[in-house]
């Protein structure tokens, strides 16, 4: 904790000075039409971290076991700090990282489980792509900075809890650094930290991951989830800009706002809250990685399995998310490539199933002996695997659980994985007690393998729309405001609309104004009923409303009224989306109270 501590004051205390330094140097970001700040900020705060880290790294006394990292790390602070200033060409930044890369395997810093062969490329790909990974993620005002110290803290815990002590100071130092500049860049940021500082935590955190579970992780499986569990964050956000960017024909390294904090503040959420989002993702991944130190490794992979899946289901739905303006500009074959994925998603659905089955088949297995598998029911499990994935799937294709559609998933998909699920125990139940006769294998296990296969499946089919439901219910940073006049069938129809993230239509809806009295006070589908429709001119005033949407049919004797009453004072009510109305483009309605 000492090193932490260091760090923390040393970064803290350097970090104004660094502000001041950058304001009379001229270092400062101005706004820019594909960056995310407003106004003019100090750069090169990485300086502070530097200084607040390798001062903790040195003040451990013991210089032959800093060194090592120490020096390829200063090497990438340099050449970040060469890159804020100049504006390196990226694969000139590309060498200089493989080159500290390479002085760093020199050290011994590699994946030492894996034969050579393997483990200096791996080791290669690991720590450039880490490197990278953070570079890409400090995009917003403190976004970066919190990520990389809850993944240095879930790193130096799980150090501890495996007798790694050796490299704990050296994690904590980083964690520390991190805590004490986000003093200053959490939002709104007064200094950003720039190429320096993201290359700089982003090389030292895939040096430490390889160090730290190299010397304490028990088996190779968990020397490799470690890192990417800790590192989950990044991981994730490089995938999902580099796949967008390369399907729409732009360079990955090309900036812009199309990162997973740009998609998430577009579907609504705040800055604040978006950054605070993936601090929690951030730290459940990293509570992933301490549960291996107290979890058999078979229990570490269905949790992961499960936190892979929901990771992946939003990614998936950030990723069809319009961010991108102009037309894509993508080779041929990368858009031929673009659309077979588009189009053959059914494949990626089994590959997520063949997942999710020995996951449920372990984890209720797992429940049914408390967490730890006596040995010849683990082997009998182990055995029985490729017979419950195959059963499962074959379950799933005879009921047609492969032909729905994900963005339009509802109650009929839900219960065509459920029946397919239970085809499929159905299926196992016959081919496992025909070969085995059930020995070592639990019957009451197999029930719960049901249950959880069924909640999986049934969850990565409707994730999509869960996810869809969960962020139309947030108001959109711009948009228009909408009342809804009628509460009638229509009505579930049109919120669907009108709320979709997705839609070229979002609005936010203020409410429902509705004549009948027994709905007042209550919602639909979330959107509350806020009084009769004679409210309308004074709801327009107080709560700046845009336009005016029918909820009812426009035949109906209530339709008809409403209309009617809007025409005796003059304000539009549209009949429909088809056709965009006027004020979505923002104009609001002038009440007509007059």
């Given at each position: 904790m000492y090193s932490f501590l260091i760090s923390f004051l040393v970064t803290a205390l350097t970090t104004p000075l660094v502000i001041v330094l950058a304001h009379r140097l001229g270092w400062v970001a101005k706004p820019r039409a594909d960056r995310w700040h407003t106004k003019p900020t100090a750069l090169m705060g990485g300086i502070a971290i530097f200084i607040g880290t390798v001062t903790a790294w040195l003040?451990?006394?013991?210089?032959?076991?800093?060194?090592?990292?120490?020096?390829?790390?200063?090497?990438i602070f340099l050449l970040g700090a060469v890159d804020d200033r100049l504006t390196l060409k990226?694969?000139?930044?590309?060498?200089?990282?493989?080159?500290a890369t390479a002085a760093l395997m020199v050290s011994g810093f590699r994946f030492e489980a894996l034969p050579p062969y393997l483990a200096l490329p791996l080791t290669l790909i690991w720590v450039v792509g880490i490197t990278n990974a953070v570079n890409l993620?400090?995009?917003?005002?403190g976004l970066a900075a919190g990520v990389c110290g809850i993944s240095a803290l879930a790193m130096a815990g799980y150090c501890l809890m495996e007798s790694g002590a050796a490299t704990v100071p050296a994690v904590f130092a980083?964690?520390?650094?991190?805590?004490?500049?986000?003093i200053y860049n959490f939002n709104p940021a007064k200094i950003f930290m720039g190429d320096c500082g993201s290359m700089f935590l982003g090389f030292s955190l895939a040096a430490l991951a390889v160090q730290g579970t190299q010397r304490t992780a028990p088996n190779l499986?968990?020397?490799m989830l470690v890192p990417v569990a800790v590192l989950a964050i990044p991981i994730f956000d490089?995938?999902?800009?580099?796949?967008?960017?390369?399907?729409?024909?732009?360079?990955?390294?090309?900036?812009?706002?199309?990162h997973s904090s740009h998609r998430l503040v577009a579907l609504g959420l705040s800055e604040r809250s978006t950054v605070l989002a993936l601090y929690t993702l951030t730290a459940i991944f990293g509570g992933l990685a301490l549960a291996t130190t107290r979890m058999p490794l078979s229990g570490v992979l269905v949790v992961g399995a499960v936190a892979f899946m929901a990771l992946m289901n939003l990614g998936l739905y950030l990723g069809f998310l319009k961010v991108y303006t102009e037309p894509s500009d993508a080779p041929a074959h990368v858009r031929l490539i673009g659309g077979m994925v588009q189009h053959k998603k059914q494949l990626l659905q089994v590959g997520i199933d063949l997942m999710l089955a020995p996951a449920a088949f372990v984890g209720a297995h797992l429940l049914r002996f408390e967490g730890r598998f006596p040995p010849e029911h683990a082997e009998a499990v182990l055995a029985a695997l490729p017979f419950v994935v195959v059963t499962k799937l074959v379950g799933l294709a005879v009921c047609k659980a492969y032909r729905g559609v994900w963005r339009y998933a509802g109650l009929a998909d839900a219960i065509t994985a459920t029946a397919g699920s239970m085809l499929g125990s159905i299926f196992t139940l016959v081919v496992l007690g025909t070969l085995t006769g059930f020995h070592h294998l639990s019957r009451a296990a197999l029930f719960v393998d049901w249950l959880m296969f069924t909640m999986l499946v049934v969850a990565s089919r409707t994730g999509y729309v869960m996810l869809r439901e969960v962020f139309g219910l947030l108001p959109p940073q711009h948009g228009p405001r909408v009342v809804i006049l009628g509460a009638g069938v229509e009505v579930i129809t049109l919120l669907h609309r009108l709320r979709d993230p997705l839609s070229p239509q979002r609005a936010y809806v203020v409410g429902i104004l509705d004549n009948d009295r027994g709905k007042r006070g209550r919602t639909l589908n979330g959107a509350p009923?806020?009084?009769?429709?004679s409210d309308l001119p004074a709801l327009i005033d107080s709560q700046e409303i845009t336009f005016c949407v029918l909820g009812v049919s426009p035949l109906s004797e209530s339709g008809r009224r409403i209309l009617e009453y809007c025409e005796e004072l003059n304000i539009t009510v549209h009949r429909d989306l088809d056709t965009p109305p006027l004020a979505m483009t923002g104009e609001r309605l002038v009440p007509a109270t007059a």
């Amino acid at each position: 904790m000492y090193s932490f501590l260091i760090s923390f004051l040393v970064t803290a205390l350097t970090t104004p000075l660094v502000i001041v330094l950058a304001h009379r140097l001229g270092w400062v970001a101005k706004p820019r039409a594909d960056r995310w700040h407003t106004k003019p900020t100090a750069l090169m705060g990485g300086i502070a971290i530097f200084i607040g880290t390798v001062t903790a790294w040195l003040a451990g006394g013991d210089l032959q076991a800093v060194l090592p990292l120490a020096i390829p790390a200063a090497g990438i602070f340099l050449l970040g700090a060469v890159d804020d200033r100049l504006t390196l060409k990226p694969h000139l930044k590309l060498i200089g990282q493989i080159a500290a890369t390479a002085a760093l395997m020199v050290s011994g810093f590699r994946f030492e489980a894996l034969p050579p062969y393997l483990a200096l490329p791996l080791t290669l790909i690991w720590v450039v792509g880490i490197t990278n990974a953070v570079n890409l993620l400090d995009n917003m005002d403190g976004l970066a900075a919190g990520v990389c110290g809850i993944s240095a803290l879930a790193m130096a815990g799980y150090c501890l809890m495996e007798s790694g002590a050796a490299t704990v100071p050296a994690v904590f130092a980083l964690a520390g650094a991190c805590a004490g500049f986000l003093i200053y860049n959490f939002n709104p940021a007064k200094i950003f930290m720039g190429d320096c500082g993201s290359m700089f935590l982003g090389f030292s955190l895939a040096a430490l991951a390889v160090q730290g579970t190299q010397r304490t992780a028990p088996n190779l499986m968990l020397s490799m989830l470690v890192p990417v569990a800790v590192l989950a964050i990044p991981i994730f956000d490089t995938t999902l800009v580099s796949v967008a960017r390369t399907l729409h024909g732009r360079s990955i390294s090309q900036g812009g706002r199309d990162h997973s904090s740009h998609r998430l503040v577009a579907l609504g959420l705040s800055e604040r809250s978006t950054v605070l989002a993936l601090y929690t993702l951030t730290a459940i991944f990293g509570g992933l990685a301490l549960a291996t130190t107290r979890m058999p490794l078979s229990g570490v992979l269905v949790v992961g399995a499960v936190a892979f899946m929901a990771l992946m289901n939003l990614g998936l739905y950030l990723g069809f998310l319009k961010v991108y303006t102009e037309p894509s500009d993508a080779p041929a074959h990368v858009r031929l490539i673009g659309g077979m994925v588009q189009h053959k998603k059914q494949l990626l659905q089994v590959g997520i199933d063949l997942m999710l089955a020995p996951a449920a088949f372990v984890g209720a297995h797992l429940l049914r002996f408390e967490g730890r598998f006596p040995p010849e029911h683990a082997e009998a499990v182990l055995a029985a695997l490729p017979f419950v994935v195959v059963t499962k799937l074959v379950g799933l294709a005879v009921c047609k659980a492969y032909r729905g559609v994900w963005r339009y998933a509802g109650l009929a998909d839900a219960i065509t994985a459920t029946a397919g699920s239970m085809l499929g125990s159905i299926f196992t139940l016959v081919v496992l007690g025909t070969l085995t006769g059930f020995h070592h294998l639990s019957r009451a296990a197999l029930f719960v393998d049901w249950l959880m296969f069924t909640m999986l499946v049934v969850a990565s089919r409707t994730g999509y729309v869960m996810l869809r439901e969960v962020f139309g219910l947030l108001p959109p940073q711009h948009g228009p405001r909408v009342v809804i006049l009628g509460a009638g069938v229509e009505v579930i129809t049109l919120l669907h609309r009108l709320r979709d993230p997705l839609s070229p239509q979002r609005a936010y809806v203020v409410g429902i104004l509705d004549n009948d009295r027994g709905k007042r006070g209550r919602t639909l589908n979330g959107a509350p009923v806020l009084g009769p429709v004679s409210d309308l001119p004074a709801l327009i005033d107080s709560q700046e409303i845009t336009f005016c949407v029918l909820g009812v049919s426009p035949l109906s004797e209530s339709g008809r009224r409403i209309l009617e009453y809007c025409e005796e004072l003059n304000i539009t009510v549209h009949r429909d989306l088809d056709t965009p109305p006027l004020a979505m483009t923002g104009e609001r309605l002038v009440p007509a109270t007059a």
